[in-house]
Nanobody, 124 residues
Framework: QVQLVESGGGLVQAGGSLRLSCAAS????????MAWFRQAPGKERENVAA????????YYADSVKGRFAISRDVAKNTMYLQMNSLIPEDTAVYYC?????????????????WGQGTQVTVTS
């Protein structure tokens, strides 16, 4: 059974940086797509970034391109989201997710396993 555990959220001023981590366990993730989503109060869950575990191809939402970077450490089974130049609109609960079937990276329904989420709050 796949398990995902996020860490690294917190409170930061606008312009600051945070790095989120997602520790994955339970399977070999070679064929997986792993992703970060976020959900702000009163809003739908939205995609942030995704990475193909094998090969490392990456995908980003337009709203974070140039500011966020997704990466993974295959040996540690851990995915990261480096967030720079944070703005208040980035405030949300951030979730990592795993897709074993290679579906559309931006659609939440493609992902079968989710972490518990970590809060990111950006103050102005």
């Amino acid at each position: 059974q796949v398990q995902l555990v996020e860490s690294g959220g917190g409170l930061v001023q606008a312009g600051g940086s945070l790095r989120l981590s997602c520790a994955a366990s339970g399977r070999t993730f070679t064929r997986y797509t792993m992703a970060w989503f976020r959900q702000a109060p009163g809003k739908e869950r939205e995609n942030v970034a995704a990475i193909r575990w094998s090969g490392g191809s990456t995908y980003y939402a337009d709203s974070v391109k140039g500011r966020f970077a997704i990466s993974r450490d295959v040996a540690k089974n851990t995915m990261y989201l480096q967030m720079n130049s944070l703005i208040p609109e980035d405030t949300a609960v951030y979730y990592c997710a795993a897709d074993p079937f290679g579906g559309s990276w931006s659609i939440p329904a493609s992902y079968t396993t989710w972490g518990q989420g970590t809060q990111v709050t950006v103050t102005s």
